[in-house]
């Protein structure tokens, strides 16, 4: 085996391996890494119905976070939906108000965020106010018939 | 009846006893063999190993990696066009490689060609009193023969792993998009915004280094401390397969659940 | 204590399975001198070199080497005795990944700075004095059997040890590559004053070379004498030994029930 054949096979193979994790990187993930620095922000809900952890927190339909848990808030015995907010995302007004959305008809379970209009901003541990529940289609479907009888 | 019992409840003690100590004397070998500061001619052996180990498993795992990825590529179209969604198929296959197919396959591909060769050398070395010798020589066969090996598995099989996701996912590009005719930008497009970096790359290539210790310290154990004869070493090479597989699929389940459980 | 030789046993006692391989077995090695070990097989004389090479260590006694305790030298001292000693082993151990040449290069690498010019001279020397210097650029592989073991004696002997220890050195060799052998190991003997050890069953072979014989048997030492001396020896073991008879002191037969009780009769 000849030493100079030997050392560079080896070479070629870890520049290839590198590259390849550099490709995957760049081309398969797109350059996403989502886990660069965040801070947390809650938000209480009348209903949470069907959203969980690893949910999407998104603001006109860009993903800028993730619900990290969900619980029931003792004082309110409201849904308390603590999520993770990108940290390049530093502007989000305080009086935000946070959704819970469906993707389609049956899809996921989201978070929308939709901004505001005050010059202070959201910060880390805050809590948005102003929030809408999830839709529960069988409430509708409900109101829909009590609706029909009323006629 | 009852003696009965008794004799298998004390043999099932005995083997259990027996395993543990087998465990620790892997444990001892390899604490023993990692724990040695590196000469410059240790380079030029890892070098050798890398060759060994790394090199010459890389034709299986181009092969393996373009055919998984093809027949992933074929099957997600099939599956995925029923629903009218065949966009989709770039980020099944991305994600499907990344997160499991790639570490898994090609560990166990590295198991059967890397991690038995392995097994057998040493196991002939043994044998052939080649480390009984190293010792004459006053060198440590664990520090001259077993560590090279283990760092140069280490290092080998998560960069085979990073080129069999490569490899793969073009394997699906192959059919998908050059045979099937899915538009190119939705297969990139939809697998960009489905794979995210840090936890399905890295955490794959986490996978990876998880099994590359498992099975170069499964190898290097099962060849040094084989009975140095011919069935012997024969039954250490099966043994190290077996092991490694088991062990590979095994930590697999307990990873996945660890990285991608999601709600517990 | 024995001091009166370079290698010294004392009550040694060693067990493998239960059973005795040696037991409160003593022994002392002259320095200069052609020690043979002799005794049928399956009496442990590997394990005897395995004792005193410090690869395996006594259940019971002490080896000591050089007048050091075995037992009671840490791995560094113990590296530094092993530089003292060379090995040749019963299959010659050469490493199957390198030359000839680069073999017998290797302890030489590890443990001297030689130029490359001294390296390559004194490796060349070594493989001379067993007539092998033709084949440095062969691998393991391409030799036979009896030149893979003189390749191994020359690497034994490259470091200039003050002991070699042989193992079955004329197991399962032609005629000529044991007379070959035999020539070798007393020329290195009587060249570099060193004291060998010869651990072998081949009775004429080691006989004719030695000047010291210790014949085992039952984990301990039947007899032990110059090897003239036990050939006229009258001890019924040591005749049997010596003469090859298949019967007598160690029985032909391997201890069992009596041959009536164990064949199954018409029932």
């Given at each position: 085996m000849n030493k100079r054949w030997l050392e560079l096979s080896v070479g070629a193979m870890m520049v290839a391996g590198i590259a390849a994790l550099v490709a995957l990187a760049?081309?398969?993930?797109?350059?996403?890494?989502?886990?660069?620095g965040h801070y947390p922000v809650s938000a209480l809900f009348e209903n949470a119905a069907g959203l969980g952890p690893k949910a999407k927190v998104t603001m006109a339909g860009v993903t800028i976070g993730e619900v990290v848990a969900v619980g029931i808030d003792p004082d309110t015995l409201m849904a308390e939906v603590r999520m993770q907010i990108y940290g390049q995302i530093n502007y989000l007004s305080i009086d935000s108000s946070a959704s819970i959305l469906t993707a389609g008809l049956l899809g996921e379970k989201y978070v929308g965020i939709t901004a505001g209009a005050e010059d202070d901003l959201l910060g880390a541990g805050d809590v948005i106010e102003d929030t809408q529940s999830a839709l529960i289609l069988e409430e509708l479907i409900g109101q829909f018939l009590i609706n029909l009888g009323d006629k | 009846m009852l003696r009965f019992v008794v004799d298998c409840i004390a043999n099932l003690g005995a083997v259990l006893l027996h395993k543990l100590v087998q465990m620790g004397q892997a444990l001892l070998m390899l604490l023993q063999a990692t724990t040695v500061q590196p000469k410059a001619s240790s380079l030029t052996r890892l070098i050798q190993q890398l060759y060994v180990v790394g090199v010459q498993s890389l034709i299986i795992i181009l092969v393996s990696a373009l055919f998984i990825g093809m027949v992933l590529g074929l099957q997600g179209f099939t599956l995925l066009s029923a629903y009218g969604s065949e966009q989709a198929v770039g980020q099944m296959v991305a994600l499907t490689l990344v997160r499991e197919l790639a570490p898994v396959v090609a560990a166990l591909l590295f198991a059967g060609r890397a991690g038995s060769a392995l097994t057998a050398e040493i196991g002939l070395m043994k044998a052939t009193e080649q480390l009984a010798s190293l010792e004459m020589f006053g060198i440590d066969p664990l520090h001259r023969i077993v560590a090279p090996r283990f760092w140069a598995g280490i290092i080998s099989l998560p960069l085979l792993v990073a080129i069999f996701s490569l490899v793969g996912i073009y394997g699906g590009h192959l059919v998908a998009v050059e045979w099937l005719g899915v538009y190119s930008g939705s297969y990139w497009g939809n697998m960009q915004q489905a794979v995210d970096f840090n936890e399905d790359v890295l955490n794959g290539m986490l996978k990876a280094l998880v099994f590359a210790f498992l099975i170069s310290w499964i190898a290097l154990y099962q060849g040094y401390s084989c009975l140095p004869t011919s069935q012997g070493i024969s039954a250490a090479t099966t043994r190290t397969v077996v092991y490694s597989s088991l062990a590979i699929l095994g930590f697999d389940f307990i990873l996945t659940a660890l990285m991608f459980g999601g709600a517990v | 204590m024995h001091t009166d030789g370079i290698i010294n046993l004392q009550n040694v006692s060693f067990y493998r399975g239960g059973r005795a391989i040696f037991e409160d077995l003593n022994c002392a090695i002259a320095a200069g001198k052609i020690t043979a070990i002799m005794g049928p097989s399956g009496t442990g004389k590997t394990t005897l070199l395995r004792l005193i090479s410090g690869q395996l260590q006594p259940h019971k006694g002490q080896v000591f080497l050089f007048d050091q305790d075995m037992a009671k030298i840490k791995q560094k001292q113990l590296n530094q005795l092993r530089k003292r000693m060379g090995v040749l082993f019963q299959s010659g151990a050469l490493f199957t990944d390198l030359s000839v040449f680069e073999n017998v290069a290797f302890p030489l690498r590890e443990h001297m700075n030689l130029s490359a010019d001294d390296l390559y001279n004194r490796v060349l020397t070594q493989l001379e004095a067993v007539g092998l210097r033709g084949v440095k650029d062969f691998m393991p592989s391409q030799l036979s059997g009896g030149m893979a073991r003189r390749v191994a004696l020359a690497r034994a002997v490259a470091m200039g040890p003050e002991v070699i220890l042989y193992d079955e050195p004329f197991a399962g060799q032609d005629p000529i590559a044991m007379a070959v052998l035999q020539r070798l190991i007393k020329s290195l003997n009587d060249q570099l004053q060193l004291t060998s050890v010869l651990v072998s069953h081949d009775v004429a072979e080691a006989f004719a070379i030695a000047d010291h014989v210790i014949l085992l048997g039952e984990g301990r030492v039947l007899a032990q004498d110059h090897p003239d001396a036990l050939k006229t020896s009258t001890d019924p073991a040591v005749k049997q030994f010596i003469h090859g008879e298949?019967?007598?002191?160690?029985?032909?037969?391997?201890?069992?029930?009596a041959l009536q009780d164990e064949l199954r009769g018409p029932s």
């Amino acid at each position: 085996m000849n030493k100079r054949w030997l050392e560079l096979s080896v070479g070629a193979m870890m520049v290839a391996g590198i590259a390849a994790l550099v490709a995957l990187a760049l081309q398969v993930s797109g350059g996403s890494m989502r886990n660069v620095g965040h801070y947390p922000v809650s938000a209480l809900f009348e209903n949470a119905a069907g959203l969980g952890p690893k949910a999407k927190v998104t603001m006109a339909g860009v993903t800028i976070g993730e619900v990290v848990a969900v619980g029931i808030d003792p004082d309110t015995l409201m849904a308390e939906v603590r999520m993770q907010i990108y940290g390049q995302i530093n502007y989000l007004s305080i009086d935000s108000s946070a959704s819970i959305l469906t993707a389609g008809l049956l899809g996921e379970k989201y978070v929308g965020i939709t901004a505001g209009a005050e010059d202070d901003l959201l910060g880390a541990g805050d809590v948005i106010e102003d929030t809408q529940s999830a839709l529960i289609l069988e409430e509708l479907i409900g109101q829909f018939l009590i609706n029909l009888g009323d006629k | 009846m009852l003696r009965f019992v008794v004799d298998c409840i004390a043999n099932l003690g005995a083997v259990l006893l027996h395993k543990l100590v087998q465990m620790g004397q892997a444990l001892l070998m390899l604490l023993q063999a990692t724990t040695v500061q590196p000469k410059a001619s240790s380079l030029t052996r890892l070098i050798q190993q890398l060759y060994v180990v790394g090199v010459q498993s890389l034709i299986i795992i181009l092969v393996s990696a373009l055919f998984i990825g093809m027949v992933l590529g074929l099957q997600g179209f099939t599956l995925l066009s029923a629903y009218g969604s065949e966009q989709a198929v770039g980020q099944m296959v991305a994600l499907t490689l990344v997160r499991e197919l790639a570490p898994v396959v090609a560990a166990l591909l590295f198991a059967g060609r890397a991690g038995s060769a392995l097994t057998a050398e040493i196991g002939l070395m043994k044998a052939t009193e080649q480390l009984a010798s190293l010792e004459m020589f006053g060198i440590d066969p664990l520090h001259r023969i077993v560590a090279p090996r283990f760092w140069a598995g280490i290092i080998s099989l998560p960069l085979l792993v990073a080129i069999f996701s490569l490899v793969g996912i073009y394997g699906g590009h192959l059919v998908a998009v050059e045979w099937l005719g899915v538009y190119s930008g939705s297969y990139w497009g939809n697998m960009q915004q489905a794979v995210d970096f840090n936890e399905d790359v890295l955490n794959g290539m986490l996978k990876a280094l998880v099994f590359a210790f498992l099975i170069s310290w499964i190898a290097l154990y099962q060849g040094y401390s084989c009975l140095p004869t011919s069935q012997g070493i024969s039954a250490a090479t099966t043994r190290t397969v077996v092991y490694s597989s088991l062990a590979i699929l095994g930590f697999d389940f307990i990873l996945t659940a660890l990285m991608f459980g999601g709600a517990v | 204590m024995h001091t009166d030789g370079i290698i010294n046993l004392q009550n040694v006692s060693f067990y493998r399975g239960g059973r005795a391989i040696f037991e409160d077995l003593n022994c002392a090695i002259a320095a200069g001198k052609i020690t043979a070990i002799m005794g049928p097989s399956g009496t442990g004389k590997t394990t005897l070199l395995r004792l005193i090479s410090g690869q395996l260590q006594p259940h019971k006694g002490q080896v000591f080497l050089f007048d050091q305790d075995m037992a009671k030298i840490k791995q560094k001292q113990l590296n530094q005795l092993r530089k003292r000693m060379g090995v040749l082993f019963q299959s010659g151990a050469l490493f199957t990944d390198l030359s000839v040449f680069e073999n017998v290069a290797f302890p030489l690498r590890e443990h001297m700075n030689l130029s490359a010019d001294d390296l390559y001279n004194r490796v060349l020397t070594q493989l001379e004095a067993v007539g092998l210097r033709g084949v440095k650029d062969f691998m393991p592989s391409q030799l036979s059997g009896g030149m893979a073991r003189r390749v191994a004696l020359a690497r034994a002997v490259a470091m200039g040890p003050e002991v070699i220890l042989y193992d079955e050195p004329f197991a399962g060799q032609d005629p000529i590559a044991m007379a070959v052998l035999q020539r070798l190991i007393k020329s290195l003997n009587d060249q570099l004053q060193l004291t060998s050890v010869l651990v072998s069953h081949d009775v004429a072979e080691a006989f004719a070379i030695a000047d010291h014989v210790i014949l085992l048997g039952e984990g301990r030492v039947l007899a032990q004498d110059h090897p003239d001396a036990l050939k006229t020896s009258t001890d019924p073991a040591v005749k049997q030994f010596i003469h090859g008879e298949a019967d007598g002191v160690i029985p032909f037969h391997y201890p069992a029930p009596a041959l009536q009780d164990e064949l199954r009769g018409p029932s």
